[in-house]
């Protein structure tokens, strides 16, 4: 903006009238304004500020006196002033809807900025520490699921006759499916089994840390079973372990759908499994 | 007192002997005057700008030859303002409530149509830029301002974009109701 123009302040008092008993500054800004478009714009911006003021209330008594004895006298300006109020009024309607889906959404959240951000590094950090939790819970799992066969492998050779195991675990490759022709996998469950431990190979593991639906269902496509699982990733490659409730599974066909909760598009994994009980 | 057309021509006539170009400079001129008449809270600019065309007019022998037709309009424009004060000195009572201004009028819901339309004419910056600036009450929104202000490079970059703004604004709306209305 050029030097020149004159402050703010005074375009104010000049718009006000309060420079109209001192004609040599009245005149040397009525003749800047004459001859200088950009001094005449920002005197309209000035008319537009005292306009908005007026219609916050918040000007002092002695220029609403000023605006209404004399700034409102010309009829321009009471339509500026009009139109201020229907403008105001369709943007304080607005302000709760948004103007534009994506622009006028994002834009009237710029104030929170900082606070998202720092939400965002909480939630990346809870989700870190929830992983570690995870990881940790599944390989207490296996400790555990070794002690038990430890246990039974006591139990059978302390035992004169051997009993049935309580634990069953299998393993299950992903795209073993009958659509594949490939062998489908058939579990034995005992009488006598109190857990499942399944394991699901995945071939191909998203970046660590990326969370999977799997989702057990019976031959007829219902849902029987459903968990939100972490592969463990070794230099082996990636595994799911986990428990099965025993209840579920009984005689016949079954199904393991495995799909990336980070990538909803990409297209589920499955693989097929018989289950037949009985000794 | 109204501009009869024969003083209205020989005012063209003066101002520019190529017709168009009279045309361009009697605009220039009726903008910058009524302007001027605005500035100074006249209660009918209009009329305070024909009064000065009829004394131009009246005195057009004796400037036959002026380089500079704005400037003597202008001139010929301060002293009716100056006749204008003097009639029109009054001292208009306040009250010293919040100003209370009359229910927005009926019938605008065509403006309001169009005042939408518009508003998704704009560009996405100064959508953004003029929603903003009308977003919020008192405390808040004096910091969104100050907000608008350092981003755009300080108050008086923020005060002419924002008049820019609403200038469209308006103009786009009076069209679109003059083109509903037709």
Known sequence: MNKSLPETNVIREYLLGRLDEQSELEAEISEHILSNDDLAELVESVEDEIIEEYLDGTLNIADRKSVEGYFLQPPERKEKLRFSRVLRGYFETKQSDSIDPVVGHWASLRPYYPAIALMLVIIVGLAYISRIRQKEAMLEAQLRQERAHSEELMQSALLPVPSQPAVTVFTLVLGQTRASGTPIPHIQIAPSTKRIIVEIVLNNPAAPGSPYDVRLESNAGTLIWSAQLLPIVSEGGARFVFDVPKEHLKLGMYTFTVSATHSPAANPEKCDFQVNVGD | ?182
């Not at chain 2, 100050?146 to 009076?174: D, F, M, W, Y």
Request: charged fraction near 30%.
């Open chain 2, 1 to 182: 007192m109204p501009l009869t057309p024969e003083s209205f021509g020989r005012f063209l006539l003066w101002l520019s002997s190529e017709e168009q170009q009279a045309a361009r400079e009697y605009l220039t001129v009726r903008k910058r005057l009524v302007r001027f008449f605005v500035h100074k809270g006249c209660v009918d600019p209009d009329a305070l700008f024909d009064e000065t065309v009829d004394i131009v007019v009246g005195k057009i022998e004796e400037c036959a030859d002026c380089s500079n037709p704005l400037g003597y309009c202008y001139g010929v424009a301060r002293n009716v303002w100056r006749k204008y004060m003097r009639e029109h000195k009054v001292t208009i009572p306040i009250d010293i409530d919040p100003p209370s201004l009359p229910p927005a009028d009926q019938g605008k819901e065509q403006e309001l149509k169009c005042l939408e339309l518009c508003v998704g004419m704009l560009s996405a910056a100064d959508r953004d830029i003029v929603s903003r600036y009308h977003q919020d009450q008192g405390r808040n929104k004096i910091d969104m301002r100050q907000t608008l202000a350092s981003e755009l490079g300080g108050p008086n970059a923020l005060r002419i974009r924002v008049h820019r703004i609403r200038k469209s604004l308006r103009g786009c709306v009076v069209n679109c109701v003059k083109r509903s209305s037709n």
